[in-house]
Structures are given as C-alpha cells and as structure tokens.
C-alpha cells in the first residue's frame, strides 16, 4: 500500500464533527476528522510500516500524521527525524503525544527529553516533558537515573508556576507519572505535589480538566497499580 492509497482509505472515515472536536483542541492544517481508534485499526491492518509513516508524515494531513506516529518504527527512528517531525508538527496533539510517545519507545528518548525540556519554545519544551513522562512509564527501574528525576521534581517545584500554560500542564503530568510508575519515588513525589498545589491551566474550548496530583496518584495508591509500567508508551 502507497501513501496515496492509504490517504484515500482513511478520509471516508472522518467526519465534520470531530474535526470540529480536533479544532478545539488546537489541531491546524488539513485534517479528515478520523477519530483515534479508528486510525488505530487501520494500523493494525497495515503494520508496522517505517517508510509508509514517513511518507504519511510528510504528507502534512493531520489524521495522516498522527498514524505515522503509530506505525514508525521506534528502532529505526533517528534523533533528525524526531527534531524534523517535532518543528513539523503545529498540532498540540502531535507535539504532546505522538512524537514524545514514539521518542520515548526509541533509543533517543532520554536524551531528546532533556534537550527539549531546556528550550524556550513552549511547542518544544512540551514535548520534552512528554517524552519523558513517558519514558518513566515504561522503562524498569534499575534503567533509570532516580537522582536525577529527584532533580526534575525540584525544578518542577521551582518553576511550574511561571512557566508556560502546556509545560505546566505537562510539568504536572510528569510529577504524577513519576509516583505512579517508579514505587522508590511514590513519597518524593506526593512531596513535590503537595509543595506545588493546584496547577491552573487555560484548557480553551475543551472540556478536558487538569489532574489534581495528590488524589489522582491516591487512586492509585487505591487501586494497587503503583510501579505497574505501561507495554508502550504510545497512545
């Protein structure tokens, strides 16, 4: 199957109202409105297909790009690309969740996570927190360095106030994946919550809501789960 092919597949699966949905959530550029789980069947059907993605990526239709984040191949992805796709990407979903997710699963992640983190452009520092949200998500233990991430948890304290509206969001998201996924580091970071307190965050039109990290990681606490790693941490 060629991207042309592909393109032609998924547009009958789109709709007007999602694309409306996916405009509210800052989502630019051409775009069919094909909802996630659909894209992700079409991925099931295709496979794991590393040239296609960089063809659908290129192709700047959004649905297409999103599905290329499905179907790249973490182990063949370089740090170029992921830099490429990333200035590419002018869709917050794209920037927080499809390149961060497939940086993560690669041999690039931890290193593009702190390259990103430091930048002032708020579109690239999402995305390094992103990354390493999800980094801590899925990778062992004894594989991370656990000073270090005690050292992000106290730059999260120091600054999430005055940084930008989506790095706070994610600066949150980051002190809660570590207390769900790295058990040595639950306490330190309920600690690091509970200093920063609520985090305000400007969601636009969406009805999405802001996770209240001490409640949420005491679910789950509640549930069991803590420690528990995710099998990818693309979505």
Known sequence: MNVRSLLKKIKPLGSDRYCNTLKRHGVVGPLY?????????????????HELALELYDSGV??????????????KITKTLLRKWLKQATSPTLQEYT???????????????????A???????????????????????????????????KRVEK????SPNRVRYWMNNFVIS???????????????AEKIGKVTIDMGETACKVPDAVPYIAKVQKRGTIGKKRKTARC
């Open 33 to 49: 409105g094909v909802k996630i789980e659909d894209l992700k069947k079409i991925q099931k059907e295709v496979g794991n297909d």
């Open 62 to 75: 959004y649905d297409a790009m999103y599905l290329a984040g499905l179907m790249a191949d973490s182990q």
């Open 99 to 117: 390149i961060p997710g497939l940086a993560a699963e690669s041999k690039h992640g931890h290193d593009l996570a702190i390259e990103w983190m």
């Open 119 to 153: 930048s002032t452009k708020e579109e690239v520092a999402v995305a390094g927190w992103a990354t390493f949200s999800g980094l801590v998500s899925i990778t062992d233990d004894d594989a991370l360095d656990l000073k270090e991430i005690k050292q992000l948890l």
């Open 159 to 162: 600054t999430i106030h005055t």
């Open 178 to 192: 570590v207390a769900c996924y790295i058990a040595p580091l639950t306490e330190t970071a309920i600690q690091s």
